[in-house]
């Protein structure tokens, strides 16, 4: 199959195939597919509203994915109620947002527990996993996504969701850093959208493969239906 290298589609090197489209030891991640990320209402407290754009596309892409035998693991941030976890170290980001992007009254609210902002806003199944422990940009820290994944055999990881030049960018550094191989399909992320490209160019310059998920699906199906002549 093709793939995005530097936003330029090329096929994918034969050597590569097993290395990171094996469907064998692969799971898909979805990143903070949250109402605290993707509600309508004004009160959300960190808004990405393109994200709303990929939940139909990529609850079809989970579909097909369960019918195939590929384990989902969900991602999401939640912080304690009482700020512990950003007492003395807050994060970064609600710092350089106001600056950046503007004032948003309710940020003090995001991923708190209790609150209906953690409440998933794509679907989610009975045997699904989830990881609910994020507490910053990576689904890796401080999380046991890692302990999931190595318990699980996977060796492979497709990287879903919010956002693309944030924690979808910080993921796949650190799936990558952890010998994961990375692929992100770019039809089911988004994120700033003028930083979208550059994100989806450093993943496939240093991290892994950009592709789209169509293309992905096919590619598995076909090696089932090799597996099984």
């Keep these: 199959m093709e793939s995005y290298f530097d936003n330029v589609k090329k096929q994918v090197p034969e050597y590569m195939n097993d290395i990171f489209l094996k469907k064998e030891g692969t799971a898909v991640i979805t990143v903070d597919m949250h109402e605290g990320h993707l509600s309508e209402d004004p009160d959300c407290p960190c808004p990405s509203p393109r994200g709303r754009e990929i939940i139909k596309p990529l609850n079809e892409f989970m579909d097909s994915c369960r019918k195939l035998g590929v384990p989902i693991i969900h991602v999401r941030s939640i912080l304690r109620r009482d700020g512990a976890d950003e007492k003395l170290f807050p994060s970064a980001w609600k710092m350089v947002f106001p600056v950046t992007v503007g004032e948003i009254p309710n940020i003090a609210e995001h991923a708190l527990e209790g609150t209906k902002w953690n409440k998933f806003s794509i679907d989610v199944h009975d045997e699904d996993y989830i990881v609910s422990t994020k507490k910053r940009l990576s689904a890796f820290y401080p999380t046991d996504l890692e302990l999931l994944l190595r318990n699980l055999g996977i060796q492979r990881i497709v990287l879903t969701g919010c956002m693309t030049d944030c924690c979808i960018l910080n993921t796949a550094f650190d ?5 994961f191989r990375v692929v992100v399909p770019r ?9 979208e490209e550059p994100a989806l160019r450093i993943i496939s310059l240093h991290l892994g493969l950009v592709v789209d998920s169509d293309e992905l699906l096919d590619e598995w199906k076909r090696q089932d239906i090799e597996g099984e002549s």
């Design 175 to 179: 799936g990558a850093n952890r010998d």
């Design 187 to 195: 039809d089911l992320t988004r994120g700033t959208e003028y930083l």
